[in-house]
């Protein structure tokens, strides 16, 4: 990423904060974990759902939570559905 990029967090009642690529990487790898996929398997679905998320944020100068959990689910569907559901919803099952 050229130029750094602002979250917008819960439809703006939070302040924003930089995207964090490390962050996201860590949801996605707990997601794929907690339904029980190898380590290996988590790393490398987390790191490939991480580059189509940067990839799809790189034109925008200003993204929201919402738009980041959306567009990594729908690329960790592709990968991993059980993974793509508990990332999607882990708010609602924890």
């Given at each position: 990423?050229?130029?750094?990029?602002?979250?917008?967090?819960?439809?703006?009642?939070?302040?924003?904060?930089?995207?964090?690529?490390?962050?996201?990487?860590?949801?996605?790898?707990?997601?794929?974990?907690?339904?029980?996929?190898?380590?290996?398997?988590?790393?490398?679905?987390?790191?490939?759902?991480?580059?189509?998320?940067?990839?799809w944020?790189?034109?925008?100068?200003?993204?929201?939570?919402?738009?980041?959990?959306?567009?990594?689910?729908?690329?960790?569907?592709?990968?991993h559905?059980?993974?793509?559901?508990?990332?999607?919803?882990?708010?609602?099952?924890?």
């Amino acid at each position: 990423m050229s130029q750094p990029i602002d979250v917008v967090k819960q439809g703006g009642r939070r302040p924003s904060e930089r995207f964090n690529q490390n962050k996201l990487h860590n949801s996605l790898k707990a997601a794929c974990l907690s339904v029980r996929s190898p380590e290996g398997e988590a790393e490398t679905a987390a790191a490939n759902v991480c580059r189509a998320v940067i990839v799809w944020c790189t034109e925008r100068p200003e993204i929201t939570s919402a738009d980041v959990r959306r567009v990594a689910a729908h690329h960790l569907q592709r990968i991993h559905p059980e993974a793509a559901y508990m990332y999607k919803h882990h708010y609602l099952v924890l």
